[in-house]
């Protein structure tokens, strides 16, 4: 039985106390051969976790493991990462490897590639908080399950959102009992809102911006509206997908100054060329805005 391994390598109480910050404490007295395969991973992250070790090696630590099993382990490696332990892993998993700062890539026994994901990852939080604004604009609540971010190596949704409330960019919640319904919304400036598989009729949280994270969505949005009205009205792109692939890149890495620019040279629009509100600026507040609008608008007409 697990609490009999165990003991033979420390005390009992070390040993529960491990298989507690697991999850498997209730396990203590199955056999091996009656776990699953994720919980035999787990095990052997407790059985790390006896020694208090500095540097943990995790070979294939999700290896063939179901997506629950998954999140489970890869929370657990964060939080011993989190505690600082240097976790060195081997996976040939892109969502996994996403879960480290840097990914070294090995070619027939050669470093290949060395990567940090620093910048990948502040990529995916503006990507979240602009589908966050998005549903919000349309009246929806943000729910945690029914949200999708993609693209490859994306973090999963959950610990993504975990890192958002570290931040300080949101908040989250259990989803209230009352049940409502879900109208189906469509963001036509992006594609990051389109659901693949079966989505569940209510999340398991609730997600609300904070002052902070309101701030950083509006001037994501921002930059993305703005930069579809340079592309299409002073640039005469009509490729929608060209558009939007551009769009996003600017939305990105946009000044500040940048961004009051190209506004002030669009004549401060109110909305992107599909129609969708475009947060107003600083620059948008000064009296001399609304000329700029009068006197881009009338040029227009002619």
């Not at 409502?180 to 999340?203: F, L």
């Amino acid at each position: 039985m697990l609490a009999q391994y165990f003991h033979s390598m420390t005390d009992e109480q070390e040993a529960l106390t491990a298989l507690d910050r697991v999850g498997l404490k209730d396990r203590a007295h199955h056999l091996p051969a009656h776990l699953s395969g994720g919980e035999q991973q787990r095990v052997c992250i407790a059985r790390a976790l006896i020694n208090d070790p500095k540097i943990v090696l995790a070979d294939e630590p999700t290896g063939n493991l179901d997506a629950q099993n998954e999140e489970i382990v890869m929370r657990l490696l964060r939080e011993l990462h989190s505690q600082g332990r240097t976790i060195v892993m081997v996976t040939h998993d892109p969502t996994v490897a996403r879960m480290a700062d840097r990914r070294i890539e090995l070619h027939h026994g050669r470093i290949s590639t060395i990567e940090t994901f620093l910048l990948r990852d502040e990529e995916q939080i503006d990507e979240i908080l602009e589908e966050i604004w998005v549903l919000q604009e349309h009246g929806e609540m943000a729910e945690l399950g029914r949200m999708e971010v993609h693209g490859p190596g994306a973090l999963p949704p959950t610990i993504a959102m975990e890192r958002m409330v570290e931040l300080g960019l949101v908040t989250a919640a259990e989803h209230p009992p009352e049940p409502h319904g879900h109208k189906h919304i469509v963001n036509p400036c992006h594609d990051a809102m389109v659901y693949t598989g079966n989505v569940p009729a209510d999340g398991s949280m609730v997600i609300e911006f904070t002052e902070r994270g309101r701030k950083r969505a509006a001037d994501i949005i921002r930059r993305h509206r703005l930069a579809e009205r340079l592309f299409t009205e002073s640039l005469g792109m009509i490729n929608e997908e060209e558009i939007e692939e551009q769009a996003c890149r600017f939305e990105h890495i946009l000044s500040p100054e940048a961004t009051e620019k190209i506004c002030a040279f669009l004549g401060h629009p109110q909305t992107c060329p599909h129609g969708a509100p475009i947060p107003p600026g600083e620059c948008c507040t000064r009296p001399a805005a609304e000329n700029m609008q009068r006197l881009f608008a009338h040029a227009r007409r002619k």
